[in-house]
């Protein structure tokens, strides 16, 4: 939505005549009778609200300030120690405001600071604040800017802070980030150690899944440093690779015949032998037989020795002159999906609950019977972590250590009696039990998995998602009940 900047207006506060308008632009917009009908509490607030962004609301209009309070006994004693005043922004009511906080707020620290160098805003000058206003308005209204020198000599520059749609991009785990710029040229920038570990990896082959497990980092900050990249343009999300893969071409392929300074940069980048130079020709070949559903591999080993049919790919991917196409499972009828797991849960036996002994001891020196230690407490537990629910193995975790005080002198008071610590008996599961274990956690696991299953998201993406290799992903939803597989 267009923010549109309405006026600017300097407010000067008198604890004994009050709040006058000592510099607006353009001159008049506040009239004294809207003026007066403002809530003074919202451009002079409280002590607690000052040095904040205030915003309200005045039929149409939003008026946004920054208040600035400031106490001086000696300084301001006409005016009781206090000194107030603020610069309010004048836009459309609907509009977003956020953008110019930056400069509303730069511009009222900047008076205080003048205030507190030379006393400008307490032996204000309405020539010398009408000029600052104006000038501003003017700047922000015509250029988006504005840089000016202030009457104490200091220079003074203001820009609307630009609102990023970074958070907005959407960067899936299946995606090759690739360059679109020499990466010695990128890196002779300022980076964070992060962005640079993942500039280095970025080839073009890498998807960011794999970029995410060779730096080691978090996810979210390796996804977060490739939105900002993404959003500056330096690089550029393609598809992964597979001779396997299905495209087909755009209308922009008629703009590509006509477009010389492309074919050019489309001949340099696919060339692999400079011996055989790359023409039209081929390349319009390899985009028919692409558009006419052969896979890849049909088509590498005829142009081999001529040109790179993975940079080609990419090329035109990149110029939006081939489309991939991806496979979208989408699960039809949920009933099937989960009732041939929860039946298995039925015909399995009820867990045991534990139980808990709290007659043993666990002191120095305390001896179990036939020194075996407590029972049950190299037990593990079972989990399963597999899309699949035919087979399931038990991993076996390292038994926990129970806890034991912490004997001397100093540790607790004497006049506190040692406290028995009980000790938990589990007995061995049964194949049931274990077996019942796996499938409410694979019950749980496949309900979670659902949400994906709505037909937005391709197979490509949901391997990534899931850790399983695609093939394997792709012949499992071929078996599911009520899974439909569509292509587009």
């Keep these: 939505m267009c923010t549109e900047l309405k006026c600017i207006f300097f407010v000067k506060f008198w604890e004994t005549r009050g709040p006058e308008i000592r510099a607006q632009a353009p001159s008049g917009f506040i009239s004294d009778e809207m003026f007066k009908s403002f809530d003074y509490k919202d451009i002079s607030p409280k002590d607690v609200l000052c040095y904040r962004i205030i915003k309200f609301v005045y039929y149409d209009l939003s008026v946004v300030g920054f208040p600035i309070q400031k106490r001086d006994l000696s300084k301001y004693e006409s005016e009781r120690g206090v000194i107030r005043f603020n610069t309010c922004f004048v836009f459309n009511a609907e509009a977003d405001t956020t953008v110019y906080e930056c400069v509303i707020k730069k511009l009222e620290l900047c008076f205080v ?19 600052i206003i104006s000038r501003i308005f003017q700047g922000l209204k015509s250029d988006g800017f504005v840089q000016m020198v202030l009457p104490d000599l200091t220079s003074l520059a203001l820009k609307p802070a630009v609102k990023s749609s970074s958070s907005k991009l959407k960067v899936l785990l299946s995606d090759v980030p690739t360059l679109t710029c020499s990466p010695v ?8 150690l992060i962005s640079v570990r993942v500039i280095k990896l970025i080839n073009g082959l890498r998807t960011v899944k794999e970029i995410i497990t060779v730096t080691s980092a978090e996810e979210a900050l390796v996804l977060s440093c490739l939105k900002n990249l993404l959003y500056s343009k330096l690089i550029v999300m393609l598809p992964s690779f597979r001779f396997s893969d299905l495209y087909i071409l755009t209308s922009l392929f008629n703009s590509f015949l006509s477009d010389q300074n492309l074919q050019q940069k489309c001949f340099d980048a696919v060339r692999v032998n400079y011996n055989h130079s790359v023409t039209i020709e081929h390349v319009s070949k390899v985009f028919s037989l692409l558009s006419n559903h052969i896979p890849l591999k049909k088509v590498a080993h005829e142009f081999a020795d001529i040109l790179d049919l993975r940079r080609l790919v990419q090329f035109g991917v990149r110029h939006g002159i081939l489309s991939k196409i991806h496979k979208y499972p989408c699960l039809v009828n949920k009933l099937p999906f989960l009732e041939q797991i929860e039946k298995k849960i039925l015909e399995t036996a009820p867990l045991t609950a534990s139980k808990v ?11 179990y019977p036939d020194n075996k230690g407590p029972p049950g407490i190299d037990k593990g537990f079972a989990k399963s972590t597999s899309i699949s629910t035919s087979s399931s193995t038990m991993r076996q975790l390292p038994p926990m250590p129970l806890p034991s005080p912490v004997l001397g002198s100093n540790t607790l008071p004497r006049n506190y009696p040692r406290i028995t610590i009980g000790v938990i008996e589990e007995e061995p599961p049964t194949e049931a039990e274990i077996q019942r274990t796996i499938q409410r956690s694979e019950t749980a696991l496949s309900k979670l998995k659902m949400k994906f299953f709505d037909g937005s998201h391709h197979t490509e993406e949901l391997a990534c998602i899931f850790d399983v290799p695609l093939t394997e992903f792709e012949t499992m939803l071929e078996c599911s009940p009520g899974v439909v597989i569509y292509m587009k």
């Design 113 to 131: 600071r003048m205030e507190e160098e030379s006393s400008f805003i307490s032996n204000l000058n309405d020539s010398q604040m009408q000029a």
């Design 185 to 192: 040229n990128l890196l002779r920038g300022h980076w964070d």
């Design 357 to 367: 002994d709290l007659s043993a001891t666990n002191f120095p020196g305390f001896k």
